[in-house]
């Protein structure tokens, strides 16, 4: 089945060690997307990209970053990571935006970062 | 700006009895509205969405929802619940032309046996 793959489910890391999340998908979909989600609060946007193109959200902290070496995979990078930055991190991917059924997103399990 | 306001955040039904979700959006433009259901430690599945046409949609679980364009409004009902549908319900719009989604506090459903 196409799908979207988020690996590790749970990540521990200490405060301030770099961790990398990742995310790859089998729907050959052109955007891919970075959500971070706290406790019973909505998925905040990070960043996306559109193919190669990267777009960031204005609020969104130097500390995270992101790769897609290619279609299928795309990475987020925690350089240090506070204790606020415990959360879920969602993948989610879709067609491109503009067509009438091109906007739905297609989500991953997330990833649980629990930092000590 | 696009918006979506869900009305209660925790939204408590009897086994058996109907389910309505409520969801307001704000959006200059003709919306793509969703619904996505999320169960504990998982991400996001969609229940259903509208885009155009039809202006009662029907999704997998038994939900449906009904886009009201004289009151902005896209609730989400099903009519009888059932245990398995406790989780968190969120709401969103499509924002234009970015394909990003504008989500809805979320609201938790309990069903109570």
């Known amino acids: 089945d196409a799908m979207v793959i988020q690996n590790p489910r749970y990540q521990v890391t200490q405060f301030g060690k770099p961790v990398t999340l990742s995310c790859s998908q089998t729907?050959?979909?052109?955007?891919m997307y970075w959500y971070q989600q706290k406790s019973s609060q909505a998925p905040k946007l990070l960043f996306h990209y559109y193919d190669k193109d990267f777009n960031n959200e204005a609020d969104t902290p130097d500390n995270f970053q992101s790769r897609r070496p290619n279609t299928s995979f795309c990475f987020l990078d925690i350089r240090s990571p506070g204790l606020g930055d415990a959360a879920m991190y969602l993948c989610?991917?879709?067609?491109?935006?503009?067509?009438?059924?091109?906007?739905?997103?297609?989500f991953g399990p997330g990833t649980r970062l629990t930092v000590l | 700006a696009q918006s979506v306001t869900q009305l209660g955040s925790h939204v408590s039904v009897s086994e058996g009895a109907l389910v309505l979700l409520r969801c307001n959006y704000s959006?200059?433009?003709?919306?793509?509205l969703f619904w996505y259901v999320q169960y504990p430690n998982q991400g996001l599945q969609l229940l259903l969405k509208?885009?155009?046409?039809?202006?009662l949609v029907k999704g997998i679980n038994g939900f449906e929802a009904e886009f009201k364009k004289s009151e902005t409004s896209f609730h989400l009902t099903k009519p009888s619940a059932h245990m398995s549908d406790a989780a968190e319900y969120f709401c969103a719009v499509s924002e234009g032309n970015t394909g990003k989604l504008i989500f809805g506090q979320g609201t938790t459903l309990q069903v109570k046996p």
């Open positions: 509208y885009t155009t046409g039809a202006t």
């Open positions: 959006s200059s433009v003709p919306p793509y």
């Open positions: 729907l050959n979909h052109n955007v």
């Open positions: 989610a991917t879709s067609r491109p935006p503009g067509g009438t059924a091109y906007n739905e997103q297609f």
